[in-house]
Nanobody, 124 residues
């Protein structure tokens, strides 16, 4: 089993930046594909970004391409999401997720492990 703990959320003005972190424990981190999802009030949880086990393949939702960057540090068992040029519509609870089978990309059902989430609020 895998435990995931997010951190780094907070309040930021539009145009600003935040860096989210997700610390993983419980099993080998390097063999997991991982991703970030978010959920705004009154909306369904949506895909943000994903990275495969090697860190070579990455995917992004169209809404965040060019602004967000996903990465992982295998030595620290940590996943990151660098968020730049933030917009009010980015406001949501952001969740870290992991899967132990094939790379899942945007497929929500491909992730078996989830963190508690961290709140990101972007003011205009």
């Amino acid at each position: 089993q895998v435990q995931l703990v997010e951190s780094g959320g907070g309040l930021v003005q539009a145009g600003g930046s935040l860096r989210l972190s997700c610390a993983a424990s419980g099993r080998t981190f390097s063999r997991l594909h991982m991703g970030w999802f978010r959920q705004a009030p009154g909306k369904e949880r949506e895909f943000v970004s994903a990275i495969n086990w090697s860190g070579v393949v990455t995917d992004y939702a169209d809404s965040v391409k060019g602004r967000f960057t996903i990465s992982r540090d295998k030595a620290k068992n940590t996943l990151y999401l660098q968020m730049n040029s933030l917009r009010p519509e980015d406001t949501a609870v952001y969740y870290c997720a992991a899967g132990s089978t094939f790379y899942s990309g945007a497929r929500l059902e491909g992730y078996a492990y989830w963190g508690q989430g961290t709140q990101v609020t972007v003011s205009s």
